[in-house]
């Protein structure tokens, strides 16, 4: 792997490996840009198979969170780190104050959260180390239901581009999951009289979303076949693919998912077929406005109403697609883009300060 030419070509800022064989700590740390602040991204870890995977794995998340962040309108740039080894250990205070360590040399133009494989304590022993760190126990707290407050509203939206209207009243939406988003999104599609149906592969949790929402289960296969106006994709990623898109039977795809493209081709796929799409990084933003808040000591309420911001800015990403004519989940990327240069275009100002 040519890792400059990688950098190149998307505008990678900062590359970093990191080594502590005390405790066996081998890390990766990726900066995208910082154009609009610090980055934030969580730390993953993970039993690669080699080198060049991990770090395909934290630049290509890194440069995620930069669209992610300047399409919610954060003041915030976009990094990962990647932690290599088995997330299973036990053995973890002296891995993840190694990691702390690390990125506290960054002098907090990275600053790191949980991600796969690690947890709000793992947080702890990284605060050990540096400040520069967010997802602490007792602080943001749970960002599900800021998440799933944020894909709702981004439903919402979708339903106003696609029927004029952004009720959501008497719609059929189908959910792929009844994990803690997908729950807090019923509620608020519950409320609003939408009909459900619900598919996991956890038969408990399922069976508990359906009583609370009265809504119908199916299988999880079969999901892709039910007749709604929505498919709400929230929980694994890649489920718009070759084989399930030809058997989708709905109008609008809207959830919570990371990767719900399979590939780039299938987002141009829906286009061709008529499908409205919301894109995962803009809709499901609201657990990084929670950690946002988080660092900017916000109170939860207000959290949650800088995810309403999310239904303006699914509209913005339509409008994008209608005036350049492309589909949706490339308009995604142009609206974080046209963000982070409006901000590199502002004029040089003099401060002042000591001659």
């Known amino acids: 792997m040519d890792v400059f030419a990688e950098m190149k070509s998307e505008g990678y800022e900062q590359l970093v ?16 840009d910082t154009t609009l602040g610090p980055a934030l991204g969580g730390t993953r870890f993970w039993q690669y198979a080699g080198t060049d995977q991990a770090v395909t794995d934290a630049l290509r998340l890194a440069r995620g969170m930069t669209y992610k962040a300047a399409a919610a309108g954060l003041n915030l740039g976009g990094g990962k ?23 506290d040399s960054l002098g907090g133009r990275y600053i790191t959260a949980e991600d796969i494989g690690t947890s709000p304590a793992d947080m702890e022993f990284v605060r050990r180390e540096t400040d520069h760190v967010a997802g602490l126990q007792n602080l943001s707290g749970d960002p599900s239901p800021v998440t799933g407050y944020g894909v709702y509203v981004g439903m919402k939206a979708c339903a106003r581009q696609r029927w004029g209207s952004d009720s959501l009243s008497g719609r059929t939406v189908l959910v792929q999951g009844a994990g803690k988003v ?15 149906v619900l598919t996991d592969i956890d038969t408990a949790k399922l069976k508990a979303a359906v009583e609370e929402f009265g809504a119908r289960a199916v299988g999880v296969d079969a999901i892709y076949d039910e007749p709604g106006d929505i498919y709400a994709p929230c ?20 959830g919570a998912a990371n990767n719900q493209l399979a590939e780039e081709r299938h987002g141009t796929e829906l286009e ?27 109170p939860q309420e207000r959290a949650q109403r800088k995810a309403q911001e999310i239904y303006d800015a699914i509209l ?28 590199v275009g502002l004029s040089k100002m003099w401060r002042g300060g000591r001659g």
């Open 17 to 32: 490996f990191c080594h502590e064989p005390s405790c066996g700590y081998f890390g990766i740390i990726a900066i995208h």
């Open 81 to 103: 780190a990647v932690i290599i080894g088995d997330n299973r250990r036990v053995d973890r205070e002296a891995l993840f104050r190694a990691h702390g360590r690390f990125v």
């Open 182 to 196: 997908a729950v807090s999104l019923c509620r608020y599609l519950h409320r609003e009289g939408a009909k459900l």
């Open 235 to 254: 929980a694994l990623g890649a489920t718009v693919n070759d084989d399930t898109l030809p058997r989708l039977k709905v109008e609008v795809i809207a």
């Open 272 to 298: 061709q077929r008529g499908l409205l799409y919301a894109p995962d990084f803009v809709i499901n933003s609201g657990g990084l406005i929670n950690v946002y808040g988080e660092l900017e000591h916000w």
């Open 316 to 343: 913005k990403v339509f409008a994008i697609a209608a005036r350049d004519g492309i589909p949706s989940f490339q308009a995604a990327d142009r609206l974080a883009e046209e963000r982070i240069a409006a901000v």
